[in-house]
């Protein structure tokens, strides 16, 4: 009788081990499980239920992430869904690295559909991992928890690798403009007044060319005239010598 007890008590252990089993059916899983980013950069994460049959009404994600790392730059849920925006249910938290998103699948979710997608930017280089948080939730119909095991995503940041500028093309140019040279003003001579000194020998040399333009033929013109006036004085003189005064001068 003891054997039979003990029979039927396993056999009731073993059913409601599977039940339980049965029932916490439905996985998350992340899209990559790995990531290699560059800081400065931003990548994506999709998260996808799987029901595995078993109907979900409500599923409540929850990830933890290094804030030091990365940040959570957007979320975008998928089809169909309907978000529950109420507090405790919709957090983006870049401070203590948690993402907290709610939503409802109207008539109840069957089969594999994607939840949504995070968008994360790599702060600076290092490495960790995208956790799925305990407070995660898959109801059924029944409000029962029947959401299984624990995704991550593994992902390493690399400092960004400096690109060598690249050289500049030389280019045919026109040649270049001789430069000017500076324009030297050059002063004007201004004319030099004649000087009294200049005007005398200027009316000198009229005077000796008698306005023939030749000194030579000047000097022979004047010689001529000193000749004729001196002949001229030589006959007066004669003529006063000859005929003292107080005698009347002969007859010519």
Do not use: C
Request: charged share 10%; no cysteine.
């Amino acid at each position: 009788m003891k054997k039979i007890l003990i029979t039927i008590s396993l056999a009731v252990l073993g059913v409601a081990v599977l039940a339980t089993s049965a029932a916490a059916a439905t996985t998350i899983s992340f899209s990559p499980a790995s990531v290699s980013a560059t800081a400065g950069k931003t990548f994506n994460v999709v998260i996808s239920i799987n029901p595995q049959n078993i109907a979900n009404y409500t599923e409540k994600i929850e990830l933890d992430y290094p804030a030091d790392l990365l940040q959570v730059k957007s979320f975008s849920l998928g089809s169909n869904w309907m978000a529950l925006s109420q507090t405790g249910y919709d957090l983006i938290d870049n401070t203590n690295g948690e993402l907290i998103k709610t939503a409802g699948y109207p008539g109840g979710l069957s089969s594999t559909a994607t939840f949504g997608t995070v968008t994360f930017y790599a702060k600076k280089a290092g490495s960790g991992t995208i956790k799925l948080a305990d407070g995660s939730l898959a109801l059924d119909a029944n409000n029962q928890n029947v959401i299984s095991g624990t995704p991550q995503v593994a992902f390493t940041v690399t400092a960004p690798t400096s690109v060598p500028a690249a050289p500049s093309t030389p280019t045919a140019s026109s040649p270049a403009a001789p430069e000017e040279q500076p324009t030297t003003t050059q002063p004007v001579e201004q004319p030099i007044a004649a000087t009294p000194q200049f005007s005398l020998l200027a009316s000198i040399g009229s005077a000796l060319t008698l306005g023939t333009g030749s000194v030579w033929l000047g000097i022979v013109v004047v010689l001529i005239i000193l000749a004729i006036i001196g002949y001229v004085v030589y006959i007066v003189i004669q003529r006063k010598r000859r005929n003292p005064p107080g005698q009347n001068p002969p007859a010519m």
